[in-house]
Every structure is written in structure tokens, then in C-alpha cells.
């Protein structure tokens, strides 16, 4: 590894708007800061709009198998799994992160089930974060339920892993927008915010960083977290409770 | 780094149940099933029950700056700085981790004002986890807004960095208990849960993994992350999207 | 009104499970428990599983007006803008309720710009509830969620107004399961639980005391909160803080 | 009852800020607006300032018998008790809800042991909601906790039930300062608006309306949520669903 050459590395970004292609999605505009530094950093960067695609609803790998007739997740999944990063990107409904969101987070979930060569989880060794936009309230609370089912399904978070932008509270204009009410903004809303442009920054070089330290050692050790060792009787240094 | 060899690191367990000492703390069992592990691989390991000790509220690094008679934060601080790795640990009520809980969140947000000496966010390079104990319902919704706070600050999560026991629903006996309802249990509850062994043993390894990486690595490189530096007009690769 | 009657009163149940019918889903089998009550009470009882549905994804009354070529929400929320009485129901996966249960709450929220012929929000007057199943974890986080997107858009909450069922921590068999990885287990897991009984008993009954109270009074009073008037300028007793 | 008097209700306001007195809290300025109205409508109002007393921790009535020295409680839920309405007012740290309000729950729930003469949990029949303040982010979601444990240990939540203000993303001025950063705001910030303004009012005045329905009809009847009754054996419509 070459501390800062990131040259190696590719990301996803998950977009979980609720609005199809081609409709404007703020949360889009916001991931494009990010992507933007990851290309010129020359990361492979793709990106994904969820509600494009026919995914179905479930918990299974495929639910084709499960009587749906559609299913595009195991195409997306590919995808996703060939990624070193993971960004998910979310609107904001109700103080909530968006049914996509949910969605991608209940297939990523169908995934766990299975594990890797040295018998860990699936994504061990890959690297989460999320973009989040909404008018007014509600980045930190949609970053805690999506930064934390990316860590029970294996990835990690590095330090500030969530960026976002909000408003003032109540109703107003939403990232990027331009006009609002029919009234035309001095400035695309929100491109001039130190503080979305910091994080997002901040969360960007920290997923490289974390990406190419894990990459480039060959993900986690296994020793004390593979699943099948464990199954097989393997328990390292844990030593039940009851015989202390 | 030694792959697997530990013995250069450090861990501090926050404790924060609502009981003082030396009344039985069921988060505490749990946690000696991590502290155990780490004290085996010659890890460094202490343990603080948080409300034993007479600790301000408020978000400044000592409140006893800001009218408090009292504060034995800036003392914690130190332990809890000087170690690789923070595990909190707490129980549950109504389905939200303990005031004590929030209050240590409180007090770790109020040093994050603080950088280290590349410019970053004082807790950057260390690792975070935690141990959650119920009667009944909540490891995942007081993991999520734990991690949440620990990634804001500046640790790094590896995979599944929580673990925890619940039983099942409605009222019952914790974690370790030996009776319940007057009632001799054939063994402490809750130490045959192959489950909870399995996800504390992991979290415990996962801790040790990345401190160890990170830890050699000499941390986070400070490129696209150091708060002095964007505050002196470094922005890496950031652009502002209104000139994009 | 007369106390302790509920004739009167209509109820909707929607079930946000994942499996389209006719799977069997464990929530529909709790759900049942208070539906059961209420037929014995005379109300007016009916059941939609959300997922059934050809449901659009977005905030908007009629998504058909944006493109989507389908939508039932509408038929659907005519049904549900109907009854006196709205209970969501949903399973728990990864700490959080399902994507259908987001999706609906979505759209319960797309209707949220509309008021009634008192100007207030549309579901003013409305009791709500849930209903929530899993395997070992999350009722409490899930209900918070519901209940709150409930009194938002305009029901109003009795005490105790959600129920669940978990089992021990980590998989296990789900409620109203019958065997278990192959075993036959003696009972119907979950049935004997005196706690998910008593507590789908209360929920049930203080949605019908709550009502039949709210319905026996007209709903609530225009005075104070109604957005049309308060648009026209009446502000009732608020004083803005600046003058006061 | 006559609609939209309000004359014989009370309300206690519980401001869970980490300021104590006499230290300016932002939480107070907008329960300000709240209590304003309510004594306008000539409700008896009192605030209390939860951090100025020695309220200890725990989850029992008066830990004073589990070994504290003081405890503060007792009073206090003296009061809490005695008024029809109850307003929790708080910062957000971190997202989320502060450690005082926290603990302030942690203590209520220490009562749901109780019951009153029917029977029922001692909350019945009174009615809840929430103040919430911060510089950017969560009202939504310190509010979806506060109500959540207001209606679980028996309050009656009206519609729209919570309040706030929030300013954009990162750090700035807190609700009512009249300057920052060391410059002259041109007015009070947050005053001016609308949607806080009217969302405060509509609380307001809804609890108002709830307190008065429930206080007027004797709370709720205990048909069906008698506790006392249900450990007896009565079990009213509900039946097991093994035997339906």
C-alpha cells in the first residue's frame, strides 16, 4: 500500500431516492460531491439509482426462488460485492431514512447468512459510509440505523463516516435547489455549507483511507471471527462464563 | 504488527449502569466475557463504572470551568484517551441505553472540539465497541445510536462491534442470573446463549483486528481529513459543486 | 356514547410483512389476537396486507399523476381514512421495521398536506397503534417510529398502544411457529406469553375507549390547531416571543 | 366540559436541559412559548428545571431505600403526578435526546410498578408531549423516544404532540439568541418562524383539548386494561389464540 493511492480501489454508491430516473434527486447531487473526489482520486466509481431497478421485497439471496417473478438484486449485489466501498444515499421522510433505504438494507441482509474463504461474514474487509439530504431534520438519526446495519453485515466505519445537508426546520428547499416558491435562490442552496462540504470531504478520504488499509492487508484476519471455525468449535480465547 | 499478536494494545470498558458499586452490575458480566478474551491475548484492560465516579453534565471539557464544584471528567478523559480501544457498556430502559450512557456520549462530544497533531479529531486511529444487557428488547437501537456517537467522534467500527443478551420478552431474569422469582435457575442465564458467546467473542477479535492496523499504520493519514488544514484552505480534491 | 360500547367504531389493520399472500406471516397471526377482540366488540374489522398491493413508492397523493403508471394507494387510503381506527403491523428486520412499513408511512405522510372541513391535518379524530413480531429484538424501537409518524400526520396515541412478540436473543422460531429447525415444539411459540397477551389486550382496548371518545365528541375542536385558520391569521392565545 | 375551556387543568413543564440555573436555557425559551398560551387559557403552569435537583439515579420510586443519600424524585413526581399535563422539554446532543431527559424517563418508568384505583398504570388518563431545541438536527428523533415513553407508562398522546427548533446544518446560533459568533443577529433567532410557531401552538392546544376530553369523562374506563384485574383472571374478549 502507498499511503494516498487510492488508484486500486472502486466504490458504489447506493442511491435510495424515492424518485426514478431521470427526475432530479437532491440525495444525488450531494453523492455527486463525493464521487467527484473519488474520480479525481482515481477510485472506480458507480453509481446506482435502487427504485430504477425491479427489486423484490425479502429476506433470500434471490427471490426468484421464493415464487417473485422479478428480481434484480443478485445483479446488483454483484455489483456492490465487487466494490471496496459502500456509500448508501438516502432522502429523508418523516425523520426516517427512505422504504429504498430499508429495502437495500433488508437485501444486503439476505446476504449474511453466507460467508467468505476464511469463513467470515460476507463483507468483512470493505468499508461503509451515507450521504443523507433532507429539508430539515434528521441526518444523525438516518446515519445511526444505516452506519450500524453496515457494520452488522461486516463492513466497517471509519471516524465520520455520514455527511449530509439540512435546513432550516420546516419547510424550504432541498439541496441544490435553485429556486424555492417560485422564487429564484442567489445560489444553489446548500453549496456554499462549510460544515456539508467539510464532512463530506472528511467522510470521502476516511473510506479511502480505511479501504486501502484493509485492502491492502488482505481484509481481517480470521483468527476470532470466522463463523465457521466457530461452528467447527474453534473459540480462541473465549471461555464460557458458567466455568470462569 | 504481528498479525494476531495484541500485546501492545490497550482497552477501557465504561460501565454505565445506573447501580453503584458494589452493587451487581449484569452489564459488567458481559463485559468480563470481553475483558477476559482481551486479558488472555495480553491485552492492557480496565474497567470503569461510570457512575461511581462524580462526573458533571454539560458538553466542556471540565465543567468545573463553567460553575460546577465537581468534575472527575478530565480524569476518565485521560484513561479513556490514553487507551487503543473504548467498549461501553450499558443496560436498558424503555428500550434506549442509560442516562449514564448519554452522559458519556455528552462528555466525549464535548472534547471533539480538541484536534490531534495532525489536525484531526482527537479520538482518530482508536477503535469503538459496545456490550448491551436487557431483560427483554433494545441491543440493536442502543447499539446503533453508540456506534453512531463513537464513529461522530472520531472511532473507527469494525464489523459487528456490538453484542448483547436479552431474554425473551416481558419481565425476567438478566444476564448471569441464578434465580428469578424466588426461583433457583439450573444455570446463570444466559451463558449458553451460543449467540451472544459467539457475537462477543467476534467483537472482541474484530476491536483487536483494527486498533492493531490502525495502530501500526500510526493511525489515519491526515490527507482529506485534518480540520486545521481545511480551515487554512486545504481541500484535497474537494470542489464546490456551484463551480463544478 | 356509551362507555364499554364500541359498535360504532371501524378499524383497519395493515400488515407491512415482506411475503405476499398467501405466505403465512407471523405478524398476521398477532395481529389477529386484537382483531379477534375487536369482532367480539361488534367493530368493524378489516385487514390489508400492504405488500399485495401494487403500491407506488413517493409523497405525493396519487403517484400516477408522476409518472407511475400503477398506484392503489389511493383505494387503499380510502379504506384507511375510513375507519375510526388504524393499526400498523410489521416485522423486524435488522432492529427496524420492514420497507412496506416505511413505504406506508410514506404515504399516510403524502396525504399530510390535505386538512379536513375544520381545517385540521386529515387523520385528526383517529386512534392508532401497532403491532410488531420478530425473532429477538426491536419492538420498542420499531413502535417508536409508527406511533410517532402516527401523531404526526394527525392520530392520536392511547397508552400503551403497541404490542409484540421476541424470543430469546439470536434465531429462534417466530410467533405462532409450530416447529423449529426441524423439531416439533410443544406449543404454539408465543402463545403463552402472559406479557404479549396482556399487552395486545390493553392496546386493543384503549384504541376503542380512545375511539369511541374522540368519535363521540366530534373529533377535537378546531380551537388552536387548525391550518387553515391559522394560515388566514388567527393565532388564538400565541403571542410571538419577540413581542412578549 | 365545555369545549375550549380549559380552566381546570394543569401542566408541569419538565425542562431537561444540562444548564443549571440560573444559566440561560434555549429548551426554556420555546417551552416559553407554550406555557404562555396555556396561562393565557388559564391552565396552572409550573416549570421545573430538572438538573437543579438532586434527583438520583435508578428505576426504583425512591432510591433512598436502595442506598442514595438524597432523592429529589419523590417531589417531584409529587408534582408531575398532581398535574393533567406533562411537557418534557430538551437539548439535542448528539442527535439525541439529553442525558437529563433520559434520566427523568428512567424515574417515571421507575413508577409503572403502580396503579391507580382501577387498576391501571398510574399515567392513565393524562396527556403528553415534548419540547425540543437544538442548532441543526433531531427533533424528529428526540421526540420519537420522548412521546414513545410518555404513552408506555400511560400518558395519551394528542396529535402533533411535539415542538422544536432547528437551525441549518453545523454549528450556529440556538433558538432565541440574539447574537453569534460574536455578531448581532437582527432578531431573536427562530421567532420568526412560522413553522415552529405553529407547530407549538397546535401542541399546545391540542393537549389542552385531550387533557380536557379524558379529565372530563373520569380518564379511561377500565374495561380491558385493568392490570389488577387481568392478573385476577379477567381477561374480557381476549382469548388465547391456541384455542381460537
Chains 1, 2, 3, 4 share one sequence.
Not at 59 to 81: A, C, H, N, R
Not at 86 to 115: C, D, F, H, N
Request: aromatic share 12%; with cysteine.
Amino acid at each position: 500500500m502507498k499511503d494516498n493511492n487510492f488508484s486500486n480501489l472502486s466504490a458504489v454508491f447506493v442511491n435510495c431516492t424515492l424518485k426514478k430516473s431521470p427526475a432530479l434527486s437532491h440525495t444525488s447531487t450531494l453523492m455527486d460531491v463525493s464521487k467527484s473526489i473519488m474520480k479525481k482520486e482515481n477510485v472506480m466509481v458507480e453509481e446506482i439509482r435502487f427504485i430504477d431497478h425491479d427489486v423484490a421485497s425479502g429476506v433470500y439471496p434471490d427471490m426468484k426462488t421464493q415464487g417473485w417473478e422479478k428480481d434484480e438484486w443478485p445483479e446488483l449485489f454483484s455489483k456492490i460485492f465487487a466494490a471496496d466501498i459502500l456509500v448508501i444515499g438516502t432522502p429523508i421522510w418523516l425523520g426516517e431514512k427512505s422504504s429504498e433505504a430499508q429495502k437495500l438494507i433488508e437485501r444486503l441482509y439476505s446476504m449474511s447468512g453466507q460467508t467468505n474463504e476464511k469463513g467470515q461474514y460476507l463483507f468483512y474487509g470493505k468499508v461503509g459510509g451515507t450521504v443523507i439530504t433532507g429539508n430539515e431534520d434528521g441526518v444523525k438519526h438516518c446515519a445511526m440505523g444505516i452506519l450500524y446495519a453496515l457494520q452488522h453485515v461486516g463492513y466497517s466505519i471509519p471516524p465520520q463516516a455520514d455527511c449530509g445537508w439540512l435546513g432550516d426546520i420546516g419547510p424550504g428547499p432541498s439541496y441544490g435547489d435553485t429556486e424555492w416558491n417560485g422564487k429564484k435562490l442567489k445560489t444553489s442552496i446548500g453549496f456554499d455549507s462549510d460544515f456539508t462540504n467539510r464532512n463530506t470531504t472528511f467522510m470521502t478520504y476516511n473510506l479511502l483511507h480505511l479501504a486501502n488499509l484493509l485492502k491492502s492487508n488482505g481484509g481481517y484476519p480470521s483468527y476470532g471471527n470466522s463463523r465457521s471455525e466457530w461452528d467447527a468449535g474453534t473459540h480462541w480465547n473465549f471461555e464460557n462464563p458458567e466455568y470462569r
